[in-house]
């Protein structure tokens, strides 16, 4: 039930320790917290992409990682794009959109809708209105980013991307692995329901766990009853 919002962002930002024996409790520090890395010529270092943000780190790598200011928005689901686009400059991408950001002045801006300001609250939904999923920029300067839902999109231009041709969508049908993952997410259900799609998974959550509860209940009741 808390795979998708709204129940997703009451959690999203929670941190809980690592589970003994499990994969996670592992001594290694950077157990599944790295998520993009980049070297810079320009500032003789790296910056590293974790799931706690994006910091400085010197060459040689033996003292302590900077955090970088004026981060932009990253989806709880991870870094997408992450390249240097000029100098100083980054551009960085996920479910939450895509931004160019400059940590020197600390600051990021939407990069597919410039007068769209960024928003700053850590706990909003973890998916914005551009899925960005990969970015490409062409050889005549056209820059594309691949929306999840939407498909592949030419950022500032009203043309359209290469249309997929028929034969490979005759010859590629949906693998078993992408069909479940679509009864997994609940998105099935979109072309029945539109958006309330996204209620299906977290109500049967809800259900399932009442069902389990109270099914509890009435079995030590009917325990205790017995016993007396």
Do not use: C
């Amino acid at each position: 039930m808390f795979l998708r919002p709204p129940l997703l962002i009451t959690i999203a930002n929670s941190r809980v320790g690592k589970i003994p024996w499990s994969v996670l409790d592992a001594p290694n520090p950077w157990e599944d917290k790295l998520r993009a890395v980049i070297f810079d010529e320009e500032i003789n270092g790296y910056i590293f992409g974790t799931n706690e943000g994006f910091y400085f780190a010197h060459e040689e790598l033996s003292r302590r990682m900077i955090p970088l200011p004026g981060q932009p928005l990253i989806s709880v689901m991870g870094i997408n794009v992450f390249t240097k686009t000029s100098i100083g400059s980054y551009l960085v991408g996920s479910f939450n959109g895509l931004y160019e950001w400059d940590p020197e002045y600390g600051l990021s801006r939407n990069h597919i809708s410039p007068e769209i300001p960024q928003n700053r609250n850590t706990r909003s939904k973890p998916f914005g209105e551009e899925m960005v999923s990969g970015y490409l920029k062409l050889e005549n300067g056209r820059e594309v980013y691949f929306d999840y839902n939407r498909g592949a999109k030419i950022i500032n231009s009203s043309e359209q991307f290469t249309v997929m041709p028929a034969e490979i969508l005759e010859k590629s049908p949906m693998s078993w692995w992408n069909f479940s993952l679509e009864v997994h997410t609940g998105r099935i259900f979109k072309p029945l329901t539109g958006n309330l799609y996204v209620l299906i998974v977290p109500l049967l959550g809800i259900f399932g766990t009442i069902m389990v509860i109270s099914g509890f209940i009435v079995w030590i009741k009917l325990y205790i009853r017995k016993n007396r």
